[in-house]
């Protein structure tokens, strides 16, 4: 959200369809820039790694760091070796595949397209 034009431009364009739902109460502009307002918080880094502990389960080591940000709101941050890895491997896969994919498809007087990675 940059700004007040943009919440009055979700509440022009979206407005009807959020009403349409059934029991959706659909708030103003000035009421979602203030519940943003509220939910912002000092640029403080989050992701401190000293601040994580480590647990083990089934034997997994997992670091678990928590963070309060707001007075009723809490984030819960988990980080594993293992899993972190297969994740990345996924991600390399499905690229691959848009790869072979994009370099399949055809159209006529199109400039080419190579598909980076920044990683």
Sequence with gaps: MCGGDCAEDIEE?????????????VSGADTLLRCVKE??????????????????????VFQIATYSYTKNRRLIVTHNTKRAEKDRKDREKSIE?????LEKVKIPNAVPFRLT???
Excluded: C, S, W
């Excluded at 364009?13 to 109460?25: E, Q």
């Excluded at 595949?97 to 994919?101: C, D, N, V």
């Design 39 to 60: 939910l912002a918080v000092e640029n403080t880094p989050f992701l401190d790694h000293t601040e994580y502990k480590k647990k083990e389960k089934n034997g997994e």
């Design 13 to 25: 364009h979206l407005h009807d369809a959020l009403a349409a739902i059934p029991g959706n109460k």
């Design 117 to 119: 990675t920044g990683m």
């Design 97 to 101: 595949k848009l790869r072979q994919k």
